[in-house]
């Protein structure tokens, strides 16, 4: 028992939280990717045995873009980030989504301010999009 919650002590510590916020994170079923540093649910990473708790340390997206030749700069995720809000971008200038200005927030009804990826940035969601308004986008990646 001693060594499994030194473990997590250490754990938490790695990733820059407490242990309260570590714990509530892995009860929520969240965890933390190595590469992107974001805390992401556990279907986002894949399953190894290896590991203390059978899943892969860096989360889906990441193990596709370190795999991937990078054509941008800048931390794998925030790239395909990038390239998610550049194809809403051009969905729009095309037709095919509404100006987010015109439409209203999923979670509160004002007028919404984001396209808000709500499958993540994978290039198959990448116009998997509701549309928020800024304080609903920033509670919806807080989550
Ligand atoms: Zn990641
Ligand atoms: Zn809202
Ligand atoms: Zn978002």
């Not at 590469?35 to 193990?63: F, N, Q």
């Not at 051009?90 to 990826?117: I, N």
């Amino acid at each position: 028992m001693g060594s499994a919650s030194g473990s997590i002590k250490t754990a938490a510590k790695r990733v820059g939280v407490t242990v309260e916020e570590y714990e509530a994170n892995i009860a929520a079923g969240l965890k933390h990717c190595g590469t992107c540093r974001m805390w992401l649910p556990t279907e986002r990473y894949a399953i190894d045995r290896s590991r203390h708790d059978g899943l892969c340390s860096t989360c889906l997206d990441c193990r596709r873009v370190s795999t991937r030749k990078r054509r941008v700069g800048g931390p794998p995720d925030q790239q395909t980030a990038t390239l998610a809000v550049e194809a809403v971008r051009r969905a729009v200038r095309l037709g095919f989504l509404e100006p987010v200005r015109e439409r209203r927030c999923t979670d509160c009804g004002q007028p919404a301010a984001h396209y808000h990826h709500h499958k993540g940035y994978a290039r198959t969601n990448w116009l998997e999009v509701v549309p928020l308004c800024v304080g609903c986008h920033q509670r919806r990646h807080i989550a």
